[in-house]
């Protein structure tokens, strides 16, 4: 079982920057694929980007301008986000699965076991 608490939210202007962190629970961290998702008001939770063992894997929406890393001493994966536009704004949730993930599952939700609970991000325009 891993416990996943994210943190980094807030507001900010457009072209601004924020970084989120994702902190976990458990002894194997190393071994999760971790990802991060995002859901704006009145639409479906979307992917984001997702770090494995081999790989990491951005939405288009975002590659170039966000970037996922990880500090597995510290059980925590990170979302480094930059030139931040008002279409961000959403709750964005951090995710893990022990699943062997690659280009073809990365960016399904069902493929990850578990969930943080969220942080708001608003970008203001």
């Known amino acids: 079982q891993v416990q996943l608490v994210e943190s980094g939210g807030g507001l900010v202007q457009a072209g601004g920057s924020l970084r989120l962190s994702c902190a976990a629970s458990g002894r194997t961290f190393s071994r999760y694929t971790m990802g991060w998702f995002r859901q704006a008001p009145g639409k479906e939770r979307e992917y984001v980007a997702a770090n494995t063992w081999l790989d990491t894997y951005y939405a288009a929406s975002v590659k170039g301008r966000f970037t996922i890393s990880r500090d597995n001493a510290k059980n925590t994966v990170y979302l480094q986000m930059n030139s931040l536009k008002p279409d961000d704004t959403a709750v964005y949730y951090c995710?893990?699965?022990?699943?062997?993930?690659?280009?073809?599952?990365?960016?399904?939700?069902?493929?990850?076991?578990?969930w943080g609970q969220g942080t708001q991000v608003t970008v203001s325009s």
């Open positions: 995710a893990a699965t022990l699943r062997g993930l690659t280009s073809s599952t990365w960016y399904s939700l069902g493929a990850y076991d578990y």
